[in-house]
């Protein structure tokens, strides 16, 4: 099973513009993603996706494997998908550019999803963690996910789900990590197919792949990676380092 790792590396961040490019223990956020990812030992090959000439040739210039986008996208998904078209991959995982820390039991955890789906089943897998604190569960940042008995999912919100009316159940409830792997096809379909008005009324792109049939299985996991959305993460991030 030929398994890659795409990094889709965007400029202009909206929370914190140019963070991809910002000095982290003497090295670039994205060269620092890019170089855990490699080291990681988990994918087969590991390649950058931006729309950025200034990160292009950040990476291209540590001899990395970079691929300059050709269209505007509206997610990282699209732009990944747009890259892998025409590269050689039976499982593509989505690792966020902004995570500098790869988590790799989580990720071990997530492919080895894909290792016992002998029928093939499962089009992509996605990680989820708890959330037990109020305050986290009716956050709208944090996206949080229901699923059936077998862990695959059922709907994503921003809103609390699922809404607790009887206090005498106990209810658990789960944020989704963006982290992705995809079965390819699952991917080129998900580029090829139009947003719908429920994805974009909520801006959670795991909606489209719902919606149209698809099957997401969802990992648990307490490992949680140390993501760089913030001038302020940046700082907790070189202190970690």
């Known amino acids: 099973m030929n398994i890659i790792a795409m990094i889709p590396a965007r400029f202009e961040a909206s929370r914190f513009p140019g963070k991809l490019l910002k000095d982290l223990a003497g ?8 170089e855990a990812a ?3 030992s988990l994918f087969d090959e590991v390649y950058i996706v931006t729309d950025s000439d200034e990160i292009y040739n950040t990476i291209e210039a ?4 970079v691929i300059l986008s050709k269209k505007e996208h509206e997610c990282g998904s699209d732009r990944i998908a747009e890259a892998v078209e025409h590269i050689d991959a039976d499982i593509v995982v989505n690792v966020q550019g902004d995570e500098p820390f790869i988590n790799e039991k989580a990720l071990s955890k997530l492919l ?17 963690t708890r959330l037990t604190k109020t305050e986290a569960i009716a956050n709208p940042n944090n996206v949080k996910v229901i699923t059936d008995l077998n862990d ?6 921003r809103s609390p789900i699922p809404f607790h009316r009887d206090e ?5 409830y789960f944020k989704h990590v963006g982290i992705y792997a995809f079965r390819k096809k699952a991917l080129l379909d998900f580029y090829h197919t139009p947003m719908s008005p429920l994805e974009a009324a909520e ?3 795991c909606i489209r792949h719902l919606e149209n049939g698809k099957t997401i299985k969802m990992v648990e996991t307490d490992q949680v990676s140390i993501g760089i959305d913030t001038p302020e993460d940046l700082e907790e991030a070189r202190k970690f380092f």
Do not use: C, M, W
């Open 62 to 65: 540590i001899n990395g494997k």
């Open 38 to 40: 490699l080291h990681s």
């Open 203 to 205: 801006k959670i792109e």
């Open 112 to 128: 080895e999803v894909f290792k016992h789906d002998e029928q093939n089943q499962i089009d992509l897998a996605s990680l989820k």
């Open 27 to 34: 090295k670039p956020v994205i060269v620092r993603t890019y």
């Open 152 to 157: 695959f999912a059922l709907y994503f919100s």
């Open 168 to 172: 005498s159940v106990e209810v658990k």
